[in-house]
Each structure stands twice: as structure tokens, then as C-alpha cells.
Nanobody
Framework: QVQLVESGGGLVQAGGSLRLSCAAS????????MGWFRQTPGKEREFVAT????????YSADSVKGRFTISRDNAKNTVYLQMISLKPEDSAVYYC??????????????????WGQGTQVTVSS
């Protein structure tokens, strides 16, 4: 069992930056492919970023490439999402997720077994 707790969301102006954190409990954190997703009301959960097997490289959605960076600190059981050049369309609830490493990288919600409660990011224009 893995429990995930996100933090770091908030209100920011367009062009600004935020860093989201996701703290994981449980053992073998490094064995999980951690990912970030986001969701707005009435829409399906959207893939943002994850790690390629074996966790040393990353894969991101085209909509965030060059602006969002996923990283992890296995010693702290924490995964991060650094977001720069934020746009109003980035506004969403951001979720951290844990699942098995997959080839190609896991980009579907159903590829992940554990989810955090989400953290709201609002980007004002």
C-alpha cells in the first residue's frame, strides 16, 4: 500500500512558477513509476509527466514540455513537479500517482494504482 500526499498548489499569475511536491509513504518507493496528472471540472484526468523505466529519464505531455519538469528524490520518498511559465490553461487539480514502470511510459490513469488527494493550481491571466 502506498499513500500519497500532494502539496504546493496555489494561486499564481500567468508567467509565474510553482513547485508541487508529493510525499509517499510505504516501502520500495524507487520501484514505482511516479506520475503527475491534472483534471478540470467536466474533463477527464490528463497525463502531465512520468518517468521512463528505470526512473532515470522522464516523459512529459506535449502541452507542458519545456515548462514542467518532473523529478524525484528516492531518499525522501518524494516526487516533484516544477512548473514555470504557467498559463491560465494550466489551472487544474493536480494529482500525484504511483504505479508500475511500463514500456512505453504509463500515460493512462488506469496504469496507476495509487493516487493522492490532489492540489489545486490556479493561474490568473
Amino acid at each position: 500500500q502506498v499513500q500519497l500526499v500532494e502539496s504546493g498548489g496555489g494561486l499564481v499569475q500567468a508567467g509565474g512558477s510553482l513547485r508541487l511536491s508529493c510525499a509517499a509513504s510505504g516501502r520500495a518507493f524507487s520501484n514505482y513509476a511516479m506520475g503527475w496528472f491534472r483534471q478540470t471540472p467536466g474533463k477527464e484526468r490528463e497525463f502531465v509527466a512520468t518517468f521512463n523505466w528505470p526512473g532515470t529519464s522522464t516523459y512529459s505531455a506535449d502541452s507542458v514540455k519545456g515548462r514542467f519538469t518532473i523529478s524525484r528524490d528516492n531518499a525522501k520518498n518524494t516526487v516533484y513537479l516544477q512548473m514555470i511559465s504557467l498559463k491560465p490553461e494550466d489551472s487544474a487539480v493536480y494529482y500525484c500517482a504511483a504505479g508500475r514502470f511500463r514500456r512505453p511510459p504509463a500515460v493512462r490513469s488506469r496504469d496507476y494504482d495509487y493516487w493522492g488527494q490532489g492540489t489545486q493550481v490556479t493561474v490568473s491571466s
